[in-house]
C-alpha cells in the first residue's frame, strides 16, 4: 500500500503494516502501564505512602517528569493511530481501486479475444 503524506511517500508491505500495528499495540499497552503507575504514585503521595520522605510526598521533579512522558506518550500515540487509520484508509482506497481495476482488465481481455475472432472470420472471407 502506498500512504502520501504532506512530506514524502510511504510504501508499507504487508508485513510492514503488521509490524506498524503491533508497535502501535505495543506503545498503547506500555502507556496503560504508565498511566497506572502514575495513579499508583499519586496516591502514594497523597496518603503519605512513600517512605525515606520526611513530608511523605514524592520528589516533584519525578512526579513532574512523569506527567510529562505521560503527555508525549499520549501525544505520540495520537499521531501514531492517526498515520494508522490514514494507512488502512489508503489500503482500503487501494484494494478496491485494484479489484476494479482487475474487473475492467477481464472484461477489455473477452473483448480483445471476439475482436481477434471477428477478424480471423473477416481474413478467411476475404481469402476465400
Not at 500512504?3 to 508497535?23: G, Q
Amino acid at each position: 500500500a502506498t500512504m502520501a503524506s504532506t512530506a514524502e511517500t510511504v510504501t508499507l508491505t504487508p508485513a510492514e503494516y503488521k509490524a506498524f500495528s503491533d508497535r502501535a499495540e505495543s506503545a498503547e499497552k506500555r502507556l496503560e502501564a504508565l498511566t497506572k503507575r502514575i495513579a499508583t504514585a499519586e496516591k502514594m503521595m497523597s496518603s503519605g505512602g512513600l517512605k525515606g520522605n520526611a513530608a511523605g510526598t514524592a520528589d516533584p521533579g519525578v512526579v513532574k517528569a512523569l506527567e510529562t512522558m505521560k503527555e508525549v506518550t499520549i501525544k505520540g500515540l495520537g499521531s501514531l493511530k492517526k498515520s494508522l487509520l490514514k494507512a488502512q484508509s489508503h489500503t482500503k482506497q487501494l484494494t478496491e481501486e485494484r479489484d476494479s481495476l482487475k474487473s475492467e482488465n477481464s472484461k477489455l481481455q473477452y473483448q480483445i479475444l471476439h475482436l481477434k475472432r471477428a477478424l480471423d472470420v473477416a481474413d478467411k472471407k476475404l481469402n476465400a
